[in-house]
């Protein structure tokens, strides 16, 4: 039987057309792996961050006092740990301040955003669970490692404390963001790891030097220390997004003036 032209033109657009599906549908089946395996990595991270950050706060039996660069030091040094494990996977964020800076700065959808909130601060919940469940110390009625201001601050210099070290981290990581920067990406875990630590030696006796939402929720939800708690949620918001909008709009602005 023959084929007439028509008949062939119309099968090779069919087969055109199941082609061209095809690559869509695993395009979107790509794509949609790509963020959920992203949004899991936010969730583990930010675990990992609460719990191995905060059993760096548990007591030592035998020792009359936590030594004072302990926690600063284990928090450092596992935001280093997640940032080297996870960056590649999901930027590593860890934190909403610093996944709302990334919405403001366009390097990713609200939608987008909102998932990595959910997942860090779900993360940071279980990640204190588990470390109650391991460690041999009463952590809920203690209250380790929640985040508590000085008694000898007013609430809004609290604020101000969280505002000010949360605009410091997400300084670096605009700067980190900024196009010209681009070839000086190495070493990025240490850097942040060394900023964590920096920032948490001269917060961490004023505020507990949160700067992170999520890492202030989940030892909140367990041991019920909700005292002044809108503090490390207002504060690394504003300080985040200031410091986001800030540096979008004036430093980026002159990327090509020469100097």
Same mark, same amino acid.
């Given at each position: 039987?023959?084929?007439?032209p028509g008949?062939?033109?119309?099968?090779?657009?069919?087969?055109?057309?199941?082609?061209?599906?095809?690559?869509?549908?695993?395009?979107?089946?790509?794509?949609?792996?790509?963020? %959920?395996? !992203?949004?899991?990595?936010?969730?583990?991270?930010?675990?990992?961050?609460?719990?191995l950050?905060?059993?760096?706060?548990?007591? +030592?039996?035998?020792? !009359?006092?936590?030594?004072?660069?302990?926690?600063?030091?284990?928090?450092?040094?596992?935001?280093?740990?997640? #940032?080297?494990? *996870?960056?590649?996977?999901?930027?590593?964020? =860890?934190?909403p301040?610093?996944?709302?800076?990334? +919405?403001?700065?366009?390097?990713?959808?609200?939608?987008?955003?909102?998932a990595?909130? +959910?997942?860090?601060?779900?993360? $940071?919940?279980?990640?204190?669970? #588990?470390?109650?469940?391991?460690?041999?110390?009463?952590?809920?009625?203690?209250g380790?490692?929640?985040?508590?201001?000085?008694?000898?601050?007013?609430?809004y210099?609290?604020?101000?404390?969280?505002?000010?070290?949360?605009?410091?981290?997400?300084?670096?990581?605009?700067?980190?963001?900024?196009?010209?920067?681009?070839?000086s990406?190495?070493?990025?875990?240490?850097?942040?790891? *060394?900023?964590?630590?920096?920032? $948490?030696i !001269?917060?961490?006796?004023?505020?507990?030097?949160? =700067?992170?939402?999520?890492? $202030?929720l989940?030892?909140?939800? %367990?041991?019920?220390?909700?005292?002044?708690?809108? #503090?490390?949620?207002v504060?690394? *918001?504003?300080?985040?997004?200031?410091?986001? +909008? *800030?540096?979008?709009?004036?430093?980026?602005?002159?990327?090509?003036?020469?100097?």
């Amino acid at each position: 039987m023959a084929v007439t032209p028509g008949k062939h033109l119309a099968n090779v657009i069919e087969s055109v057309s199941v082609k061209c599906r095809n690559k869509l549908s695993d395009k979107i089946l790509i794509k949609f792996c790509e963020t %959920w395996r !992203a949004v899991l990595a936010e969730f583990i991270s930010t675990l990992l961050l609460v719990l191995l950050g905060c059993l760096s706060c548990v007591p +030592i039996q035998g020792l !009359a006092y936590q030594p004072p660069l302990y926690a600063p030091l284990g928090f450092g040094f596992v935001v280093l740990f997640n #940032i080297q494990a *996870f960056a590649h996977i999901s930027g590593a964020h =860890m934190n909403p301040s610093v996944t709302l800076a990334a +919405i403001l700065w366009g390097k990713m959808s609200i939608g987008l955003g909102i998932a990595y909130m +959910i997942a860090q601060c779900v993360g $940071s919940i279980l990640g204190y669970g #588990i470390l109650i469940a391991l460690s041999p110390y009463d952590l809920i009625t203690d209250g380790i490692c929640t985040t508590q201001h000085h008694s000898a601050l007013t609430v809004y210099q609290a604020l101000a404390v969280e505002v000010i070290l949360t605009a410091a981290l997400n300084f670096l990581n605009c700067a980190l963001w900024d196009p010209k920067n681009e070839k000086s990406l190495e070493s990025v875990a240490l850097k942040f790891g *060394f900023t964590i630590a920096g920032l $948490s030696i !001269a917060g961490g006796p004023l505020t507990g030097c949160s =700067m992170n939402p999520a890492r $202030s929720l989940g030892p909140a939800v %367990w041991t019920g220390a909700w005292a002044a708690h809108w #503090i490390y949620w207002v504060g690394p *918001f504003l300080g985040g997004s200031l410091s986001a +909008i *800030f540096y979008k709009y004036v430093w980026l602005n002159n990327k090509d003036d020469g100097m």
